[in-house]
């Protein structure tokens, strides 16, 4: 809904993302916040920044897919691993730097995705979330078994940090200045990719497939495209891992992982940009409760045995899924419309 | 013949593991076919059975009735998932089942965790008899139980979907619910009774693997092998679910020994992927005209 005065008189403001001036300054302040935000934050929050601007990206890839087209995977994080360790080898071994090997690593984890997205043109539903998962399974074996000599097999690799012309990534707080801006710049081109053609196919095809073929969208070609692109995505969320990590290992990726990004675009809202963004928040929000949680409750009663971390992160991610799924299964972002449209329509909003 | 011999043995061991792989697989195929929901948390289920058969014989209780006693828990567990999580999502999208059966999981590991920590329990030995060697190969008698009780639980089932009243009802409401409904059948009771069973079946196969293995998390990963079974035999097929158990419990055990012992492990999730892309209703599902 439209803030009450705004209208449009040229085509172009028709079209705007951003439309009014305080939409401007909203983002511009926002930018800003999050330019300043590693200037205050602790160490630890430093790291879980970093992360979520990580999942972000992934989760961006997996909304793509998931939310918009229909196609269900439960094989991201094996994507990211390709992306990952594509990246690790091309910097150690040949030196590749971070602006060339970021970006391929995600073409290489696009040429698996798509692989792995071929039985979505006979299979669907259920039967594709199979496929993913065997992908999820079959990913991080072969990289641990096969050509063991280039990926350390189960031993992590060390990832060497990116340099820009001399200047050396190596701390958190660097590597926030170039997670973040990717970050933004990833949501910024699903955000535009939606609104294309080519977004409009995918929602045709999530919404009706029979219809959308009828109507002259290309299943067996967006489909792969919609895969290709959401794995792209794993594979720069994976680069970028590599290098924050500095040390990669098949065991960072894990089935848990792939449902931890699926409970994230549930819960934000599926087929909504910004929702893939709360999603992300929201459960990381939960991740850090779960970490704070026992030492707040081994402070109060002693006689609890603080050893329950380990439980209560499970227990709240999957409580936090299945109060949304159930009370709320449009997840956050719907709630966020419901805000938008109240605060504009105040003081006649109800 | 040695090699023979060990490909005898290997034989012997994928197909009796196969048993409880065909086992859990009917768990998620009793599921299906009621309600059409493909069970993620299969794996947590039997793992908690295990836990809490564990539990109840480390208080002093003899074995068989452990079990028993837990089934009945496994039932009300079953009911309880069913009721709370799953009957809301009546006619929502195929995503929210599945994530809600992921969330359904972690909430089962955490619980397990709360109450019986990260550390490996061992289930304590209580089958008579003992490991024997005939016709040179070693038959343990774990195994023999296993797939004995496999067979037996497989016949039960058989019969009551074949001849009981409440078995009909199930196969009904697997054909058509609307259908089902205007027959007269309580159509809800039977999503209940069919997680009840995945329940009774979840605790069995629990015990079984807890004995072969031993308790902890990764127990619940054998629940995921199961469903390139499920895939193999068709989704909406208790015989295809035994068939499927044991093709993959024997090839699994034939690769991994004969070939390549790394390969046992992602095995499973090859034939998972072969059938998808060759066969995708599996070897007895009923085919469904679908539109991609």
Redesign the interface.
């Known amino acids: 809904m439209r803030p009450g005065g705004v209208f449009d008189v040229k085509y172009t403001e028709d079209i705007a993302i951003i439309r009014t001036k305080a939409h401007w300054a909203l983002l511009l302040s926002g930018l800003c916040l999050l330019a300043v935000l590693p200037l205050m934050a602790s160490s630890h929050y430093l790291v879980v920044f970093n992360h979520i601007g990580i999942t972000i990206i992934a989760v961006q890839g997996l909304s793509l897919l ?1 939310g918009f087209t229909g196609q ?1 995977s439960i094989g991201q994080s094996a994507m990211m691993a390709v992306g990952a360790y594509t990246t690790g080898i091309l910097a150690k071994r040949y030196g590749i730097p971070f602006w060339t090997a970021i970006p391929l690593s995600g073409l290489s984890a696009g040429c698996v995705g798509l692989i792995f997205g ?2 979505s ?7 594709l ?3 993913t ?2 992908a999820q ?2 990913i991080p ?1 072969m990289i641990n ?1 096969v050509r063991v000599d280039i990926t350390g097999g189960v031993f992590s690799l060390v990832v060497p940090p990116p340099e820009l012309m001399g200047y050396r990534l190596d701390s958190q707080f660097k590597m926030y200045y170039l997670i973040i801006p990717l970050a933004a710049l990833m949501t910024f081109f699903v955000k535009n990719i939606v609104r294309s053609g080519i977004g409009r196919a995918f929602i045709a095809i999530r919404d009706n ?2 219809a959308a073929e009828v109507m002259g969208v290309n ?1 067996f070609y967006y489909k792969l495209l919609s895969f290709f692109l959401c794995s792209f995505f794993a594979g720069v969320a994976g680069a970028l891992w590599a290098y924050w990590m500095r040390a990669i290992n098949a065991e960072n990726f894990t ?1 848990i992982e792939s ?1 931890f990004f ?2 994230m675009i ?1 819960t934000g809202g ?1 087929g909504s940009v910004t929702g893939a963004i709360f999603g992300v928040i929201y459960l990381k929000f939960l991740d850090e409760l779960a970490r704070v949680l026992p030492m707040l409750i081994g402070n109060l009663f002693p006689a609890i045995s603080v ?2 971390e ?10 936090g ?2 109060v949304f ?2 009370l709320e ?1 449009r997840g956050i972002a719907h709630r966020w419309e419901m805000f938008k449209s109240y605060y504009r329509l105040w003081p006649f909003s109800d | 013949m040695p090699d023979f011999q060990l490909f005898c043995q290997f034989f012997i061991n994928g197909l009796m593991i196969g048993g409880i792989y065909a086992l859990i697989a009917a768990g998620i195929v009793v599921i299906f076919k009621a309600t059409k929901i493909i069970n993620f948390a299969v794996g947590d289920m039997l793992m908690i059975g295990g836990f809490i058969t564990f539990q109840l014989i480390k208080i002093g209780m003899p074995p068989l009735l452990a079990i028993i006693v837990a089934s009945v828990g496994g039932a009300l567990i079953g009911m309880a998932i069913e009721r709370i999580a799953i009957r809301p999502l009546i006619g929502q999208p195929i995503l929210s089942a599945i994530i809600i059966t992921f969330a359904v999981s972690f909430i089962i590991k955490g619980t397990t965790l709360l109450f019986w920590g990260a550390h490996t329990k061992n289930l304590p030995e209580f089958l008579p008899g003992r490991v024997f060697r005939l016709a040179g190969v070693v038959w343990s008698h774990e195994l023999l139980w296993t797939f004995s009780v496999t067979m037996l639980l497989f016949l039960v089932f058989a019969l009551f979907y074949k001849f009981s009243k409440t078995g009909l009802d199930m196969r009904a409401t697997a054909e058509d619910h609307q259908l089902a409904q205007t027959r007269g059948i309580r159509v809800k009771n039977i999503f209940s009774i069919a997680w009840a069973f995945a329940g009774v079946i979840a605790v069995i196969t629990g015990v079984f693997l807890g004995l072969k293995l031993s308790l902890n998390l990764t127990l619940a990963d054998a629940g995921l092998k199961a469903f390139a079974a499920v895939i193999f035999g068709g989704l909406d097929s208790l015989l295809g679910a035994l068939i499927g158990g044991l093709v993959v419990g024997l090839l699994e055990n034939l690769i991994g020994g004969v070939i390549n012992p790394s390969l046992k492990e992602i095995t499973p999730y090859l034939i998972l992927l072969i059938v998808l892309v060759f066969r995708p209703e599996g070897l007895f599902g009923q085919k469904r005209i679908e539109r991609i």
């Open positions: 998931t269900i071929l039985p043109l006979r299979v669907k539903g259920f039967y979330a199979m496929a998962l065997a399974f079959i074996w078994n497939d029979l299943l089935l449902v699926l409970g549930i599926m050893g329950a380990a439980a209560l992160q499970p227990l709240l991610f999957g409580l899924i299945l799924v159930l299964p």
